[in-house]
């Protein structure tokens, strides 16, 4: 599995394809893409933990919110260049279960499911696995020597190498704000671009000689690994000198308790065709697809040259989660609820 992910993320007609500033359009409008298809799966999970779960559903909104500041700024180098960011329309939005994009056959297959740990370990870890994972005490991994910051390594490159006469973008297209401690910045040039790139990488992957992004928090990979070991990822007091890298962290620090029965039993890849026309759950369906939907086509125009959108379009995204836990209290069948199908629907019935 983790072998297909690696050519999954890194097509090489892709790679290829990205030498110039065009190949860079494609290639970030593919970043933004990329940004986003994890949001789905990730806030499906999420809506599922209900309240028994709380220090797991905080380490999972921190992962969303980092996910939606980095699709943000994927957004801003791409105005910066010259392109347009395209958010609305139906095919940005993944099919589940399905890849995600790179253009390709094989891979991992990314599913809309309620939470477990080993969806955790099996999607959400391979996700955001470093270039070389710290295989920290307690923590079994596999090689991985291809990932999503390869992908972005090779745009920053290209960045590099082209230079400031590539950033042709208006300024007044840049959009900054959002939530607290998340700040977007504009990107307006090389460094700010590489700056963007820098963190995008740190806060998904970590370093290679540490699990900390340059804010100090852990990244993604590691605070999903915490979830799945269910203790803290902590420092080990006075490590002598010359310990490796990979030895001064242990999953041994404050539990992180897990309530399976906590879980809402939400439907695996719903559809809107699962529900019935006349049912409560396609209603509450409809409603949901309609708002996300809505969502994109504010932060379309957001990303488009009207950057005082954003507000409104965070607002819009918050009204997502109870529409999400409205349906989750639904049944289905004997086993399962109904589950939010993340669908492109402009029009609500």
């Known amino acids: ?47 599922s933990l209900g309240t028994s779960n709380p220090a797991i559903q905080r380490l999972m909104l921190s992962i969303i919110l980092e996910e939606m500041l980095h699709f943000a700024l994927a957004c ?47 999607t959400f870890m391979v996700i955001e696995a470093p270039d070389e994972p710290l295989s920290f005490p307690l923590l079994a991994v596999a090689d991985r020597p291809v990932t ?72 993604h990979y590691y605070r999903f690994a915490e979830i799945w070991h269910g203790y803290r990822l902590r420092p080990v007091l006075d490590p002598p000198p010359g310990t490796p890298d990979d030895q001064k962290y242990r999953y041994d620090g404050a539990p992180i308790p897990f309530d399976a029965a906590g879980v809402s039993p939400a439907v695996s890849n719903p559809n809107s065709k699962l529900y019935c026309a006349t049912s409560q759950a396609r209603y509450l369906n409809n409603s949901f697809n309609y708002t996300y939907t809505s969502l994109l086509k504010a932060l379309h125009l957001t990303f488009n040259g009207q950057p005082s959108r954003l507000n409104s379009a965070i607002a819009v995204m918050h009204s997502l989660r109870e529409l999400a836990l409205e349906m989750m209290r639904i049944p289905v069948d004997a086993h399962h609820t109904a589950g939010p199908s993340f669908e492109y629907q402009p029009v609500n019935p």
Request: aromatic share 8%; charged share 20%.
């Open 76 to 122: 801003n180098i791409l105005n910066a260049i010259g392109g347009s960011p395209a958010i609305d329309k139906p095919d940005f939005i993944p099919r589940f279960p399905g890849k995600l994009p790179g253009g390709v056959e094989s891979g991992l297959t990314v599913h809309l499911k309620r939470f477990s740990l080993d969806h955790v370990f099996d």
């Open 1 to 47: 599995m983790l072998e297909q992910t690696q050519k999954l993320l890194l097509d090489p007609k892709l790679i290829s394809e990205m030498d110039g500033p065009n190949g860079l359009h494609c290639a970030l409008q593919r970043a933004i893409e990329l940004e986003h298809a994890t949001l789905p799966t990730y806030l499906y999970s999420y809506y």
């Open 148 to 219: 999503i910051a390869d992908f972005y390594t090779k745009i920053a490159k290209e960045i590099e190498a082209a230079g400031p006469s590539i950033f042709t973008g208006s300024p007044t297209r840049q959009v900054t704000g959002g939530f607290p401690a998340l700040e977007i910045f504009p990107v307006t040039g090389v460094e700010s671009a590489l700056r963007a790139i820098t963190l995008i990488k740190e806060q998904g992957e970590g370093t290679t000689t540490s699990p900390l992004d340059e804010q100090g928090q852990f990244a």
